[in-house]
């Protein structure tokens, strides 16, 4: 598998809270520094009395999500580490909000009874958290949101307020920049049937996601700015699923059929639900590109059937909500070293991965 175009977040110099280079080098693992600032042997300040144990409440939107999925086991195992390295007990206490934002906000309200020293909430309805925030607010819990982003009005409402994610707009252009690279050095790959133009469907997540929006405008927006010509067959929102996917994918392979020849998804999981329907229907050669990296669209990259993802960096995701997390529940003066943009977004570096 090569991996190219080794990108990173933006560098906030100065607009952060805590800003260090390594950081902008995606170099060093979240982690680490926030173990490290928590040793002794580092100069940070505790502002209150040591902690032994730290407490973190988790909620996530849905369970069965593979995204998310992949980014929970890898903030359990970052919690493993940090305990190994700073000597401080973490309890993790993780839910599933199964796609409901009142069985979400019952959790938020167990937490806080539960003496949690901070959320880590991926918001069921990113457009309604205000509940989260109140009782958050009101028991003095800083809350780390993380992949579904609150509306800026909410955010701003407590500087204990934070947001961990991916810039949705650079995704995207990389994405389309995959296909973009491909058509120029072998053009035939994409236009299979030679008449001068990529016929696309487009795959999109949820609708109130705030990267199904962008990631569908900027993808396209790159094919045209990269000089391919293109021409949209139908589009439709599988919710990021691979089984909603998969089905769409199979009445567009009957409704154009041999017409198709690019498959842009929003996300990895709903390009393997393309593949799943085009290995049904035995239809070959249509390039498929995804976003994510998660550990079943790596491996399609790797046995040919996904033509490229852009892989967020998971390690820096997870590690980044455990750090902000563990540095407010330990109460630090200065939170761990991340550029924080505004003080409160931290966006996670991504990359290409396509096959050799
Ligand atoms: C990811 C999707 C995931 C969704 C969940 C998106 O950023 O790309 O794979 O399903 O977040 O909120």
């Known amino acids: 598998m090569k991996v190219k175009g080794r990108r990173t977040g933006h560098c906030y110099a100065g607009t952060g809270r805590t800003v260090k280079r390594a950081w902008c080098t995606g170099r060093i693992v979240v982690l680490c520094v926030a173990a490290c600032l928590l040793m002794s042997s580092c100069q940070g300040v505790r502002k209150e009395e040591e902690k032994k144990s730290i407490r973190i409440g988790i909620s996530l939107y849905r369970g069965d999500d593979t995204f998310i999925n992949n980014i929970r086991s890898i903030i359990e195992e970052k919690a493993k580490e940090y305990e190994r390295e700073s000597g401080i007990k973490v309890t993790l206490d993780i839910q599933e909000a199964k796609g409901s934002q009142n069985t979400q906000n019952n959790q938020v309200e167990r937490f806080i009874s539960l003496g949690c020293d901070v959320l880590c909430i991926n918001p069921v309805d990113r457009m309604d958290t205000s509940l989260i925030i109140d009782k958050a607010m009101t028991a003095g819990v800083p809350v780390v949101f993380f992949n579904r982003q609150p509306v800026e009005e909410d955010m701003n409402r407590w500087d204990k307020l934070f947001y961990v994610g991916v810039d949705a707009k650079e995704t995207a252009v990389l994405q389309g920049k995959m296909v973009v690279d491909l058509y120029r050095k072998q053009p035939e790959a994409v236009d299979l049937n030679g008449d001068g133009v990529v016929s696309y469907v487009m795959l999109e997540g949820e609708s109130s996601h705030q990267d ?5 405008e900027w993808s396209v927006q790159t094919l045209k700015d990269g000089g391919v010509p293109i021409e949209k067959l139908t589009g439709g929102i599988a919710n990021w699923e691979r089984s909603q996917a998969s089905a769409l994918m199979e009445q567009w392979l009957e ?18 639900g393309a593949i799943d329907a085009m290995e049904r229907a035995g239809a070959e050669g249509i390039s498929v590109v995804g976003i994510d990296g998660t550990t079943p669209g790596l491996a ?8 490229g993802t852009v892989s967020i960096d998971k390690a820096q995701y997870a590690g980044a909500i455990l750090a902000i997390a563990a540095g407010e529940a330990s109460g630090w003066e200065s939170e761990p070293e991340l550029e924080l943009e505004e003080g409160k977004y931290y966006q996670c570096p991504w990359q290409i991965v396509v096959k050799n």
């Open 212 to 216: 199904s929006l962008i990631r569908t």
């Open 255 to 272: 409704k154009y059929p041999g017409r198709i020849e690019l498959v842009i998804c929003n996300n990895d999981d709903m390009a393997l």
């Open 300 to 307: 399609a990259v790797e046995n040919g059937k996904l033509m």
